[in-house]
Nanobody
Framework: QVLLVESGGGLVQAGGSLRLSCAASGGTFSTYAMGWFRQAPGKEREFVAAINWSGGSTYYADSVKGRFTISRDNAKKTVYLQMNSLKPEDTAVYYC????????????????WGQGTQVTVSS
């Protein structure tokens, strides 16, 4: 069983930055692919970014490519999402997720989820 706890969300003006963290406990963190997803009110949960077990491969949704950076520190059992040049349309609850094996972009292929952290970007 893997427990994931996100932090770092908040209110920021458009053009600003936030750094989300997701701390893991239980399981063997270094064997899990990690992903960030987000869900805005009235919308489905959507893929944001993912990273493989070593951090050597990263993947991004087109909507965040060039603005967001996913990274991980296996020694600290933590995955990060650096979000720059934030836009009002980035407003959502952000979730981190873990799955054994290779990276996937579909939410239903992840085994463990955090409780989410709210990101609000004002115009």
């Amino acid at each position: 069983q893997v427990l994931l706890v996100e932090s770092g969300g908040g209110l920021v003006q458009a053009g600003g930055s936030l750094r989300l963290s997701c701390a893991a406990s239980g399981g063997t963190f270094s064997t899990y692919a990690m992903g960030w997803f987000r869900q805005a009110p009235g919308k489905e949960r959507e893929f944001v970014a993912a990273i493989n077990w070593s951090g050597g491969s990263t993947y991004y949704a087109d909507s965040v490519k060039g603005r967001f950076t996913i990274s991980r520190d296996n020694a600290k059992k933590t995955v990060y999402l650096q979000m720059n040049s934030l836009k009002p349309e980035d407003t959502a609850v952000y979730y981190c997720a873990a799955r054994r094996g290779v990276v996937r972009g579909s939410a239903n292929e992840y085994d463990y989820w955090g409780q989410g952290t709210q990101v609000t970007v004002s115009s």
